[in-house]
């Protein structure tokens, strides 16, 4: 809850380059999804619902590279229609964090065990992370209190399906978890489809 004493303020205001909305996602983003997906049991029906072309895309993109943002929402589309349910969803973004940034994200526990690191560690190179994964798009992200934050995600048009959000909740609360023992992420409705928020708070 925000602190009647301390105001509101942002601690990331980053913008791509690219523009306002993200035209490229990294390939090892949908690759380890997918990993995720048929480790769950799940790929025969994720191939059935994917188109061939984009499918195959995915499949035989090995080595780390951009692809066009339509590959994301075809993969984020047939993932909606796994109709996968709220845990096994959530799974499949702390898991993705982990393999995707955990690297990353090591660099900071480590460098933070003799300064007191907590969330805040990695939640202010919230620019840095996101220049990894998208091309294109901004992200905010507002200290409502010493421990809650308001993150606003823009330009990322696959927002619109209910599995990548709660997937991208589950990355965020994954983040989290390497600084603090509790971690809540809940998500705040935003008028813009193409705009995801959730609060972040810890414990």
Known sequence: MENANQPAKVVVDYHAPEGPVATHVRSTLL???L???????HFDRYVALMPKEACETI?????????????????YSACE?????????????QAVATRFMGTF????????RNVGGSPWVPIKQYGRLWSRIWQGGSVFVTELGPKDALIESRGLTVAKYRYFCTAYMG?????GLM???TVYV?????RDPATHICSLSWV
């Open 31 to 33: 690759s380890s999804s």
């Open 35 to 41: 990993q995720l997906i048929r480790e769950l049991g």
């Open 59 to 75: 499949l035989l993109t090995l080595a780390p590279t951009w692809l066009p943002v339509a590959l994301a929402d075809a993969h």
């Open 81 to 93: 229609r796994l109709e996968l349910s709220a845990s096994e969803t959530d799974f499949v973004g």
């Open 105 to 112: 994200l090591q660099t900071f526990v480590r460098s933070s």
């Open 171 to 175: 990355v965020i609360r994954s983040a």
């Open 179 to 181: 600084f603090a023992s």
């Open 186 to 190: 809940r998500p705040i409705r935003a």
